[in-house]
């Protein structure tokens, strides 16, 4: 009898979901940025633009906060950017120069 006492009492798992949250609810909180990296081609000029993350340079983060509803940024990212031309199916190099968004001027 105790043993099927105990078996049942072993049973009933009580799960308490949570609910859903929104996408907002999801942002709260400091995100550090990991990579960055941005291929697009230009139709209307025939060429395109490759961006890519300096890691050793970037330390950049943001942070959205509930109350008050806000977006920090903090630190500094550098990427580099390569301008290109499709010659016979190939990209073909024709800029490079490096660029930067730094948060206290509030750019990101």
């Not at 949250?21 to 995100?31: A, F, M, R, V, Y």
């Amino acid at each position: 009898m105790l043993l099927i006492l105990l078996v049942l009492s072993c049973d009933s798992e009580s799960t308490t979901e949570l609910p859903e949250q929104t996408l907002s609810e999801k942002l709260i909180g400091q995100w550090t940025l990991t990579n960055y990296y941005s291929d697009t081609y230009f139709d209307d000029r025939n060429e395109g633009r490759i961006e890519e993350i300096v890691t050793d340079e970037t330390d950049y983060g943001i942070e959205f906060t509930d109350n008050p509803k806000m977006i920090v940024l903090t630190g500094f990212l550098r990427y580099s950017w390569d301008e290109y031309e499709i010659v016979d199916g190939q990209k073909v190099i024709t800029s490079s120069a490096s660029n930067f968004m730094d948060s206290e001027h509030g750019e990101g």
